[in-house]
């Protein structure tokens, strides 16, 4: 009995216990730059201490200075200051919108003291409201400004739902005028201890309200119009589509929508039924996947806002290094939202060479009296065998398939970040890639590459400069992509492309004896070119590869900087956060160097690769050309028959003193 009654209240204590702890997990931590130990998605035990000896590095990126653990515990990665500057600058020119509109200008640091032409990019309005440059807003009073690190009692409530540091919040703070607040929420008790003391280091806790909450949870919470954030800025490790349903519902009427992609492996077509259960698209293998997985997740955040009556409007999509980033507005509409089908398409793709086709899923029609009359699609555009060699189709989408820049507020961003060049670090950057999206042509989604183009034929590489004047000089329109240096976006259907690349065969032959009969190189270059722009007419096509002027853009021409080079050793995606921070470390490289090329044959070293060759004969003193002698590395010795039946004669090398090859090099009889 008395065993019974001490298990009985030894159990009531640990009870007692448990709430206690689940009360203070509650009430929240409290509000000290000291920090309990790491948390993942806001659980750790109770009662314990951050360990005195624990180490941080001080990190200052822009106008932020961020205290970072030394182990990985948080989770950072120095290569996207990229995507943080061009946030700031895409949220700086939102800004100016939405306050333009109630009569407030915004001064951004080393800007000159100039009205800016403040456009309505809202489609609720017909046409676009300009203000002309000196036109004050307010007639008859002084115009209201909005500066750097201020509040603004009517500027914008921002959410960052993923903060871990709360890096990206702070520089908001410091760095976008025109603010009422910035949310930077983290699941994570101990990011949200690091957001707290990074506030106080940045001086910025009037503007910064540090949250510990479950994103979705949040973001579901302020539903109502009163509470939702004009900007919500999602940048998850890994795919965020579990996100996506909140944050369109989150954000205010033409609020923007900030969202990082970096599950790039699943967007670009290696797990097409993962693709498809995270973003309800199927993606495909192809040289425009980077492109094609910004039209699938601008599918996939379209999709989740048409159910509850809304409808999304992209303002710039950019595809750089290892992820993807869309900056896209959310307005509400029945009307807009019946017109969402027909800015759908699948995507048809031979598997042989590459042409693609697009069938969209919806038709919008023009019926009597200006109403738009909305029905299905008819196709499809392909038969079941491709047209030009013979290969099947593989399926994929949905994607988007309208224009998925706004070049107007491009344009915006691009001339406020080349008339400040000193306000960002990737300023450069910035400017290169804004450059080559204006250049696109809006309405041609995705592209082919030179160098598919080039090995689906068997045939030698033609210059960018040329093929784009081919193409120029038959009457189509073509530019570049900032997602691929090598691509080709145009107008002209590949049967055009293909004429074009017969043409340029023709003049770097292929030996036609070489290809099989099955293959789309011998079956694409069996057609000889016709003129396909002109159905009725019957004469052959010869393309002209003379260089147009115009062929090569303004920002090719001036060497506009597009691709990073390598900012450190292993850069790319860094490894997930960790409690405790085990995954970062000098084991941790030791162990990178350890796994290097482990599926591959371990080389050897000298002494063995040199007692391995001894063992081949030498072609040359079998002929009496050796001049080697003791010095050859390969045999001398007489062969016997059953010698000569196992091993082939080897040549004799050029130089002495032979490396082993690398691992994975093809060794044995018979190697020079």
Known sequence: MSHARAVLRFTLSLRSAGRLCSARFMEGPPHRPVSPPAMENGTAPCGEKRPPDTQETTVTEGSAKIAFPSANEVFYNPVQEFNRDLTCAVITEFARIRLGAKGIQIKVPGEKEVQKVVVDLSEQEQDKAVLKEGADPAPGNQPRTATVGEMCEEGLRVLEGLAASGLRSIRFAREVPGLRSVVANDASARAVDLIRHNVQLNEVAHLVQPSQADARMLMYQHQRVSDRFDVIDLDPYGSPA???????????????????????????????????????????????????????????????????????????????????????????????????????????????????????????????????????????????ECEHCGQRHQLGGPLWVEPIHDLDFVGRVLEAVSTNPGRFHTSERIRGVLSVVTEELPDVPLYYTLDQLSSTIH??????????????????????????????????????????????????????????????????????????????????????????????????????????????????????????????????????????????EPAEDLAQWAARLKTFPCKRFKKGTCQRGDQCCYSHRPLTPEATAEAAPADCPQTPNQKPPGSGATTGPGVD
Request: positive net charge.
């Open 242 to 384: 579990a996100f996506l349903d909140a944050a369109v519902q989150a954000v205010s009427e033409g609020g923007l929508l900030c969202v990082t992609c970096t599950d790039m492996a699943v967007l670009a077509g290696n797990s097409g039924e993962t693709c498809y259960s995270k973003y309800g698209a199927m993606a495909l293998k192809s040289r425009a996947c980077h492109e094609m997985a910004l039209r699938i997740v601008l599918h996939s955040l379209d999709l989740r806002a048409n159910c509850y009556q809304r409808f999304v409007v992209p303002l710039l999509s950019i595809s750089a290094d290892f992820y993807i980033r869309v900056f896209v507005r959310v307005f509400t509409g029945q009307a807009k939202v019946k017109a969402s089908a027909s800015k759908q398409a699948l995507v048809f793709q031979c598997v042989g060479c590459g042409a693609f086709h697009l069938q969209r899923l919806g038709k919008a029609s023009g019926a009597p009296g200006g109403r738009v009359k909305f029905s299905a699609a008819c196709g499809p555009p392909v038969a079941p």
């Open 459 to 600: 045939c030698s590489t033609p210059s960018l400069l040329q093929l784009r004047s081919a193409l120029l000089h038959a009457g189509f329109r073509v530019s570049l992509s900032h997602a691929c240096k090598n691509a080709v976006k145009t107008d002209a259907p590949a049967s055009a492309l293909w004429d074009i690349m017969r043409c340029w065969e023709k003049q770097c032959p292929v030996k036609r004896e070489r290809l099989s009969e099955t293959s789309p190189a011998f079956r694409i270059l069996s057609v000889e070119p016709r003129m396909t722009a002109l159905p009725a007419a019957d004469f052959r096509l010869q393309a002209n590869f003379t260089i147009r002027d115009d062929a090569n853009p303004s920002s090719r021409q001036r060497g506009l900087k597009r691709f990073q080079a390598n900012p450190e050793a292993n850069w790319g995606p860094r490894p997930r956060a960790r409690p405790g921070g085990k995954a970062v470390g000098e084991a941790m490289e030791d162990r990178r160097r350890l796994l290097q090329n482990k599926r591959k």
